[in-house]
């Protein structure tokens, strides 16, 4: 069983930053990916990006390359995700999950945070 929390959501300008954290207890080594997801109010749960626990593979949507960057605290169990240049478009609930496997799809991940609330002004 896997945990996941995350944290650092707020309003944000157009343009400036914001570091979202995921904290994951339980079993992280078990698990092979951690992956960022986000929901507009309105649409769907939309891919944003993944990290493996090593942190040595990351991908990222196209929509946030370049603006959007994935690392990871083993000592604290903790992934972040560091939005730069935020766009009102990516105002959102960002959530983190857990997969066992390599997965950029959504169904493929079985453990989700509560999520934590993005909200960026023009």
Do not use: H
């Amino acid at each position: 069983q896997v945990q996941l929390v995350e944290s650092g959501g707020g309003l944000v300008q157009a343009g400036g930053p914001l570091s979202l954290s995921c904290v994951v207890s339980g079993r992280p080594s078990t698990y092979y990916v951690i992956g960022w997801f986000r929901q507009a109010p309105g649409e769907g749960r939309e891919y944003v990006g993944t990290i493996t626990w090593s942190g040595r593979r990351t991908d990222y949507a196209d929509s946030v390359k370049g603006r959007f960057a994935l690392s990871r605290d083993n000592a604290k169990n903790t992934v972040y995700l560091q939005m730069n240049n935020l766009r009102p478009e990516d105002t959102a609930a960002y959530f983190c999950a857990a997969s066992t496997a390599w997965t950029t799809e959504i169904n493929e991940y079985t453990f989700w945070g509560q999520g934590t609330q993005v909200t960026v002004s023009s």
